[in-house]
């Protein structure tokens, strides 16, 4: 079955580069697009954005200057960089299969990344 | 492209019909996707296309709707479905979410 697992450090200084990856298995990630999302505690979800792994991407407005992602083949894993964090940027973050218009029908478990001094 | 959802809250009874709305700032045709979340754990796809039950959902789970209003419609509320149910619009991108709709029990 398809499964798809996040990866990173937890806490992030204000400033710094928040830097994640998502290993994926089960599937081709040449065959789909992968998105990530986020949510801060206690709040929704946000649409970070998605990449194909010819490097097409498309990202949300309101963190496409902060953010950039991209994928190896190689190892099978998708990342996500989101520079210049805030306080704002605290969130369980999911990576996700994104199949279009047939939904996000594969997540990972998530995980928290905190932004704090 | 903005989605709303109402109502923000919920509160019901096992056994009871439940309705969702989601609506669209602009058109959207068939492309959305509603999703359950428990705490603590990621989203599930639940129904995509606006209507189409994802594998392994129960049928007491149905959506409808197009253009810019769409609903889900739990038929029969069991323990389990208590939760917060999101929609999400696939028709352009950037993607966007609802705010989201907690479902309580009363």
């Known amino acids: ?117 | 492209i903005q989605l709303t959802q109402s109502p923000s809250f919920l509160s019901a009874s096992v056994g009871d019909r439940v309705t969702i709305t989601c609506r669209a700032s602009q058109g959207i045709s068939s492309n959305l996707a509603w999703y359950q979340q428990k705490p603590g754990t990621a989203p599930n796809l639940l129904i995509y296309g606006a209507s189409t039950l994802q594998s392994g959902v129960p049928s007491r789970f149905s959506g409808s709707g197009s253009g810019t209003e769409f609903t889900l419609t739990i038929s029969s509320l069991q323990p389990e479905d208590f939760a917060t149910y999101y929609c999400q619009q696939l028709n352009s991108y950037p993607s966007s979410f609802g705010q989201g709709t907690k479902l309580e029990i009363k």
């Open chain 1, 1 to 117: 079955q398809v499964q798809l697992h996040e990866s990173g450090p937890g806490l992030v200084r204000p400033s710094e580069t928040l830097s994640l990856t998502c290993s994926v298995s089960g599937a081709s990630i040449s065959s789909h697009y992968w998105s990530w999302i986020r949510q801060p505690p206690g709040k929704g979800l946000e649409w970070i954005g998605y990449v194909f792994y010819s490097g097409s991407t498309n990202y949300n407005p309101s963190l496409k200057s902060r953010v950039t992602m991209s994928v190896d083949t190689s190892k099978s894993q998708f990342s996500l960089i989101v520079t210049s964090v805030t306080t704002a940027d605290t969130a369980v973050y999911y990576c996700a299969r994104n199949s279009g218009p047939l939904g996000l029908d594969h997540w990972g478990q998530g995980t928290l990344v905190s932004v704090s001094s």
